[in-house]
């Protein structure tokens, strides 16, 4: 079966990171996964299967095997995407409109967000009898719309227009006198003097659907990463079992860089990593050999081929919507992938029968970066970069390759049921 429908139903479901995050809890313990706390030590089995949150939007899941284990096999990606966020005081009245005061979240392609559907989603922290807890925040319904100004006011549209986010980017989520904390505490159920603080996001209410002649591509909002984060988890629950700890991470924060207590460049992974050894440890076996032995694939969605603008990529290393995994490359290491890690990962490709296909930027245009590189920066091992090909990167909606999805989750599934021995610097066997 195509999983595209499962992904298209969880990106529809996961508005924000936050979202994202409680619906792969809930994939996870469907399948007997169960939930550990950072903040209590933690007593693992051999055969157990587990995951741990931090912010409640990112989220690591892994697998124990019933023997020894000396490596760790993970894929990472990224639970955001840009979009823009409430301010701490966001309502604010103009010219007979209640409008929500809002700032970027990440780079986006700002024009996309105009005369479409959009609601509000996020977190609440509320005083309870227990103590302050947070509640998950979703309007299931079209609460908000940002207008564009008539063609008649702005000749110059067509043309490339300058938008100041602080002017243009305000949407409009009612008449005049709206209150949009009351919404909140009426839709939690809560007394307004009860909500403590938010972290609210505006969300493109955008279907994710397929699309084309015989509906060979999928546009949807967010699909940039979370396409990749869901192949990760469900290649994860589809893995046979195997000899090593296989990890599906997904990290918040990358759009900003990921500099957070929850993003790709904090403790998270290696704190889970040295907590994992540290608890199963039978032979003495320390971190940093464990740490050696272990490989990552660092998953986040790539640039397909413009239809009208092949200029702007190479032209030996463009890559195509339905082609394939996409192994990323760059020379200054933006992309961690090097000659062994892509050999290691494309040798499990070709085993499974995956194709692939390789990208670099042209020499005269920077392009993007990712969390790879950023995670090695606490934990390093052998990594390589892949994605998807997508269009239109961090516009509203987004588009991919509507059999794609199926590649990377067979390709993430063979990689999580191989078995990637280093045996040396440079020295590698891959069993099974
Ligand atoms: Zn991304």
Redesign the pocket.
């Known amino acids: 079966m195509n999983p595209i429908n499962g992904m298209m139903d969880f990106i529809r479901q996961s508005p924000t990171a936050f979202h994202a995050v409680a619906n792969l809890q809930e994939m996870l313990k469907g399948q007997g996964f169960r939930p550990l706390n950072e903040c209590e030590p933690w007593k693992l089995v051999p055969g157990g299967r587990y995951y741990v949150t931090r912010n409640q939007s990112s989220l690591i899941a892994f697998r124990v095997p019933e023997g020894e284990f000396d490596h760790f096999q993970l894929v990472a ?2 639970s955001d ?1 840009p979009c823009f966020k409430l301010k701490p005081s966001a309502g604010r009245d103009a010219n007979g409109y209640a409008l929500l005061n809002v700032e970027k979240y990440g780079g986006m392609i700002m024009q996309t967000w105009f005369d479409r559907p959009l609601s509000i989603a996020g977190r609440a922290v509320v005083r309870t009898e227990e103590g302050i807890g947070t509640r998950l925040v979703c309007f299931d319904r079209e609460m908000a719309l940002i207008p564009n100004l008539p063609i008649h006011f702005n000749r110059a549209v067509n043309d490339g227009v300058k938008l100041n986010p602080q002017v243009d980017m305000l949407p409009v989520i009612g008449a005049a006198g709206t209150d949009y904390k009351a919404l909140v505490a009426e839709a939690l159920g809560v007394d307004d003097a009860d909500i403590l603080g938010c972290d609210l996001y505006l969300v493109n209410r955008d279907e994710p659907r397929l699309w084309g002649a015989s509906g060979e591509y999928v546009a949807a909002p967010r699909l ?2 979370l396409e ?1 984060a869901y192949a990760s988890v469900r290649a994860l629950l589809e893995a046979k079992p195997s000899n090593h700890v296989d990890m599906a991470c997904v990290f918040d924060n ?2 900003v860089g990921s500099g957070t207590r929850q993003g790709a460049d904090s403790t998270f992974l290696s704190e889970v990593m040295r907590r994992i050894v540290a608890a199963l440890d039978g032979n003495g076996q320390a971190l940093e050999t464990t740490l050696a032995r272990s490989m990552m694939l660092s998953a ?2 790539a640039h397909g081929v413009h239809p009208t603008h092949p200029e702007k990529y190479d032209e030996n290393n463009r890559v195509a919507l339905n082609g394939g995994v996409v192994v990323k490359f760059n020379a200054a290491q933006k992309y961690t992938s090097d000659g062994v890690s892509q050999a290691v990962f494309e040798e499990i490709c070709r085993r499974a029968g995956v194709p692939v296909q390789r990208f670099a930027n042209r020499s005269d245009i920077p392009g ?1 970066s ?2 790879g590189n950023i995670a090695n920066t606490h934990a390093s091992m052998i990594t390589v970069d892949i ?1 998807l090909a997508q269009l239109s ?1 961090h516009s509203a909606n987004e588009s991919a390759g509507a059999h794609d999805l199926a590649h990377m989750i067979s390709a993430m599934r063979a990689f999580y049921e191989a078995e990637v021995c280093v045996m040396g610097d440079g020295m590698i066997r891959i069993r099974g």
Do not use: A
């Open positions: 990606s990224h995407s940039d990463d990749c990358e759009e986040d969605n993007g990712t969390l994605g990167m």
